[in-house]
């Protein structure tokens, strides 16, 4: 009995529990409606992030891919110039000496200009009859050891004479014939019969010792005998005399060609032929030490590879490439993170909030505002790649950057190493100074630190940031740290550029307007007064520009104001002004130049006397009357000053135009 009254007591209570889950989701649908659209949004602000930086990272990949392939390839056609030199060497001479070859190659600076290369020699063709005499005629020169290697009896031998620079490693293949090897062999063949360059396949070379042992590949020119035609196989081999020739190690040859550090960012493989079989693999990237320690870096998968291949005379290389650990980390997508995380956060926080506005009618005015806050910055959070975050620890003299920071400045986090001089030499050299004085006066605690400036990018592209921090200072009031942000406001600068300009600026002849030239004529006059000196102001109006807009219509008339304040331009120099007023008025300050004023008033009508040729070749002519005024001869106010040049060119009118008046003569 018991029993079956406590069942029924906790069904009595289950009960209220649903009805007032279901009111409470009842009146609380709009906010859940509200967060489910917030977490909807941050959705597909995060997936469009993650995508674009996707697509952004596999082209940066691609990127490095080329510029790997380009520089390789650059660097083996200049090897083929160096033996195409040396060819032209043996070419020029009837008989090549050691010692001329030596100077040679020596000036080419090898090790300087051409790093990665073994050397550069010359490997003679010999008949099994002139075997002998070749080893004896060595000998006599000094090399008593001198013998062709390997032994044995073949149809035919190569011998390399010349060999630079003649050091101890290169001194190992001093005689040995490359034609005894099948590799070699190959490509000295299809060097001779093409007549052109050719690059053997994988081989171990004569030089290589047990330590540091490395793969190599040989490249050959063949040389034939001085003006002998070559102009089918057959006429080539009867014809060869030897080769010019360079052996490469293939590690040295890649770090060579690699020497920045950048292109350590991608891994790649290099393989003999068009296979990728262990036994054909020419080159790996080294491992690390510290790789082998970091178990990031040993667990590491690449999300990157392509193959490709280069082609050669005579060989075709397999370049198998593959994204690095240092590659992926500096790319790593922590906008995209940074967007979910943060839309999350905030709808999360705005769910809060909204449903305190549903639950308490009576704050739904402060809570309304809040939600407002929180909406503003869940947009915020969407654009967050745009604001950078950095926190300067004043005492200890460390400043640290979130990513965006490194953006806004185009500086690579990996490359800095004292971050308050990379950030000071972005920032444009006419700003600096500006921007210290704001530093030192936030740390004196004279006033927060906030201001505009602009920053120079490596591409010398103009960028505008601002920057707004907060400084902490101690009990002795001394600056400890400084926590602010920067953000990117270029696009409203050079908006605001643009308006400037357009309100400064005559829209027709791109001269300065009323506005601007006002502000000259201040300057001006300012300067003047500074330097105890005198200045002019021409007025200039076109003599019967009416009659032209009416008979050849506004379209004509806006050419000629063109074409006549071109000429006017040309009359002045740098340092003057000259604006249109509107119609066909046009002004021209002249600064410390006021007694030659005259003299380029006139030079202005003399050349606007001149004809007019429109584009069906017809001519028009027309004239200008031109009124001259002193500063401060004639008026020491800036009105007054314009109005007696205004006053002396209507004189000029009233004279019988196409005339030059100054005030005051008259």
């Avoid at 209570?13 to 409606?33: E, V």
């Avoid at 009359?571 to 003299?599: K, M, N, S, W």
Wanted: net charge neutral; proline share 3%.
């Amino acid at each position: 009995m018991a029993s079956k009254f406590t069942d029924t007591e906790n069904n009595a209570d289950r009960a209220p529990n649903r009805k007032n889950l279901l009111a409470f989701f009842r009146g609380t649908y709009s906010p859940w409606l509200i967060f489910l659209l917030s977490l909807s949004v941050t959705y597909i602000a995060w997936s469009l992030t993650n995508k674009s930086h996707q697509r952004h990272t596999q082209d940066l990949f691609t990127f490095e891919v080329a510029q790997t392939l380009q520089a390789i390839e650059q660097r083996m056609r200049g090897y083929e110039q160096v033996l195409r030199g040396g060819i032209g060497l043996f070419k020029a001479s009837t008989h090549v000496s050691r010692q001329e070859f030596h100077d040679y190659v020596t000036k080419l600076e090898v090790d300087k200009r051409w790093p990665g290369i073994q050397g550069i020699g010359y490997a003679v063709m010999l008949k099994p009859k002139e075997k002998d005499i070749f080893v004896n005629a060595l000998r006599l020169e000094g090399f008593n050891e001198f013998n062709v290697f390997p032994a044995g009896l073949r149809e035919q031998y190569s011998s390399i004479l010349y060999l630079e620079p003649f050091t101890a490693r290169n001194q190992r293949a001093f005689g040995y014939d490359m034609y005894s090897e099948k590799s070699r062999h190959i490509a000295m063949d299809i060097a001779r019969d093409n007549g052109n360059v050719a690059l053997s396949a994988k081989v171990k070379l004569v030089q290589e010792s047990d330590h540091d042992l490395q793969n190599g590949f040989l490249m050959y020119l063949p040389l034939y005998q001085n003006g002998a035609a070559i102009e089918n196989i057959a006429q080539r081999q009867k014809e060869l005399i030897g080769y010019v020739y360079s052996p490469f190690r293939m590690d040295d040859l890649i770090e060579g060609i690699l020497l920045s550090a950048k292109n350590y960012q991608i891994n790649f493989s290099i393989y003999d032929g068009d296979s990728q079989a262990i036994e054909d693999l020419l080159y790996s990237p080294k491992i690390k030490p510290d790789s082998v320690s970091n178990p990031d870096i040993k667990a590491f998968t690449p999300r990157f590879s392509v193959v490709k291949t280069i082609e050669f005379p005579g060989r075709n290389w397999t370049l198998h490439f593959r994204s690095t650990y240092v590659f992926e980390s500096i790319l790593k997508n922590n906008l995209a993170t940074l967007i979910g995380f943060t839309g999350t956060t905030l709808s999360l926080l705005l769910l809060f909030v909204l449903l305190n506005i549903a639950r308490s009618s009576t704050k739904a005015r402060e809570a309304s505002a809040e939600s407002k806050v929180l909406i503003d910055r869940l947009k915020a959070g969407a654009s967050a790649g745009i604001v950078g975050i950095y926190d300067w620890d004043v005492k200890n003299n460390i400043l640290n950057w979130d990513s965006v920071m490194y953006r806004l400045y185009d500086i690579d986090k990996s490359n800095v190493e004292n971050l308050q001089q990379a950030w000071f030499s972005r920032i444009h050299i006419d700003d600096q100074a500006y921007v210290d004085g704001e530093i030192q006066a936030a740390l004196r605690n004279e006033r927060e630190y906030s201001l505009e400036f602009r920053v120079l990018w490596p591409d010398n592209s103009v960028h505008y940031i601002k920057a707004v921090s907060k400084t902490s200072f101690d009990h002795a009031g001394r600056a400890i740290r400084i926590v602010g942000v920067n953000y990117d406001i270029t696009e409203q600068k050079n908006l605001q550029i643009r308006l400037n300009k357009q309100a400064s600026y005559d829209q027709l002849t791109q001269l300065p307007n009323r506005r601007l030239i006002n502000d000259r004529l201040k300057q001006a006059i300012a300067f003047t007064d500074r330097n105890e000196k005198n200045m002019a102001i021409l007025f200039i109006d076109l003599d019967d520009f009416k009659q032209i807009n009416d008979s050849y219509g506004h379209h004509v008339g806006d050419w000629l104001l063109i074409e006549v304040s071109n000429r006017i331009q040309a009359c002045l120099r740098t340092t003057d002004t000259v604006g249109r007023l509107g119609g066909d008025e046009f002004v021209v300050i002249l600064p410390t130049i006021y007694q030659h004023a005259e003299d380029v008033a006139n030079k202005i009508r003399i050349t606007l006397e001149n004809d007019f040729v429109m584009d069906n070749d017809e001519l028009l002519t027309i004239s200008s009357s031109i009124g001259v005024a002193i500063y401060p001869q004639h008026a020491t106010e800036q009105a007054l000053l314009m109005e007696c040049a205004d006053k002396a060119m209507y004189e000029a009118k009233k004279r019988g135009r196409n005339k030059v008046m100054i005030f005051g003569d008259f």
